[in-house]
């Protein structure tokens, strides 16, 4: 397992940072084997697709086939979500080989991974749990990340969560948590703009906040997504980061003001539960591309 590094000062993290990509600038959404013939139908040039990492590391069958064939037509980014970044255990190395195996495969312009735990000795719990930001933790994500980088020889890119606790022994804010690791590491960030609400609207703070003190000036991709409100045992307004319809207008306008800032970013659509047909999606993602199209100041984010 290599050390961890500090891309600041390093050649070598440097040398991690993505080169220009061919999405630079375009909208994407999540990919639904149902879609696929619609979409090749599209002729998709310019727009790029994201697929679940845990559905494709299986050797072959119709999953591979449908993906193949989407890859011979558009780029294609490869998310995780169940690596366990900040798990305070070591990675399966078993899983950390099928990623390998399957960025091989199919040359991904983007890889990406969520910042927390999902496992716990030989339990896997279908969730993204929270962590605490702490010294302890920050040196276990950092290790976790250069481990995942080493192997897929390729950057990564670390997603800020939806959450809906927070630790009473965390020593720093989630942003400076996410700066450090950028730092210590050389990966990339994916900014998912509805987590930044979601989890806002849980806590009590002000996302534009939360933006203030991110670095943007790291993220290589953006997140959209759709939520749900419910209320908790208490009466008191609950969001649920839930996938399963369209990106609701306060994410739309966070969106907008991020791209203002600092220029079309790559931009994926997700929706993973209550599917709709394809040219829903697509209209979603459309609208995504409309706010990377508008003209926009330079680039002026650090």
Known sequence: MSSVIDASTSPAARALRSPAQPIAGRAGTSFKHQHLEAILSDAP???????HAENYMGAGGPPHRALGRLRREAPVSIHGVSLSIGGPQPLDSAHVARLRALVERYDPVLVSEHLAWSSHGTTYF?????????????ARVCEHIAQVQDAIRCPMLLENPATYVLFRDSTMSETDFVRAVARRTGCGLLLDVNNVYVSAINHGY?????LATFPLGAVEEIHLAGHVEQTDDEGDRLLIDSHDGPVADAVWALFGMVIARCGPIPTL???DGNVPDWPVLKAEAMAAQAVLDRDRPANVCA
Not at 206 to 210: A, I, K, N, S, V
């Open 269 to 271: 659509v997700e929706w």
């Open 126 to 138: 279908n969730d993204l749990l929270p962590l605490p930001y702490t010294d302890a933790t920050l």
């Open 45 to 51: 040039q310019g727009s790029f697709f994201e697929v």
């Open 206 to 210: 002000c996302p534009l906040q939360y």
